[in-house]
């Protein structure tokens, strides 16, 4: 279960930038659903062949904003490795109820489904956050901590919900100015 290629809006749909609302609990089976299938969205982009044959860019989040439902659900797969668990969410209503004061960052800077144009620079976001939400899969409320590119990828999603781009994140003047004390991820 996938989105098409034209379903996901790009940057320049004003929609990108709006603001998304809060999904109400207990959730609706069409909540559900759409979090579910946002999930899905990104583990078939995953897949090589799947991907080519359906013309559908690899990634590892996707907002509902995304493709158009303005509605704080999301969805995220992140392949850790094989010492560690995959991370895999579909979250309503996530929030960020702590962060650390370290930043941290892409080497390569970050990418975005609805952003053709390359932006480069560095994106600084916090390197540790815990974020309480509701996850669709387990069917409660819940609250966890992120470190690292998981928690870049998470703040990522749910800048959607605010209308705000990696992009926006980039220094205008010197995109890869080093963070000080900054984590660098590979």
């Keep these: ?3 098409k290629a034209e379903e996901i809006i790009k940057d320049s749909d004003h929609l990108i930038r709006e603001k998304s609302k809060p999904v109400e609990l207990p959730l609706s089976e069409e909540d559900k659903k759409l979090a579910l299938k946002l999930l899905s969205h990104v583990k078939c ?27 704080q659900l999301l969805g995220v797969c992140i392949p850790m ?44 976001r916090s390197a540790r956050i815990k974020i309480r939400a509701y ?21 990522h999603e749910i800048d959607h ?3 705000i781009l990696f992009y926006d994140h980039i220094n205008p003047i010197n995109p890869w100015q080093p963070v000080e004390d900054a984590i660098v991820l590979e």
Excluded: T, W
């Design 45 to 71: 982009s995953q897949d090589p062949k799947l991907s080519e044959k359906e013309n559908i860019r690899p990634a590892v989040g996707i907002a509902a904003v995304q493709v158009g439902v303005l509605k």
């Design 81 to 124: 490795g094989e010492d560690q668990e995959d991370v895999e969410l579909a979250l309503a209503n996530p929030k960020i109820i702590s962060s650390s004061v370290q930043m941290a960052y892409l080497k390569e800077g970050e990418g975005c489904l609805s952003v053709e144009d390359e932006h480069a620079g560095y994106v600084p």
């Design 161 to 163: 919900f605010s209308g």
């Design 135 to 155: 996850d669709c899969i387990q069917d409660k409320e819940v609250i966890f901590r992120l470190s690292g590119y998981p928690a870049i990828v998470l703040q």
């Design 1 to 3: 279960m996938f989105f």
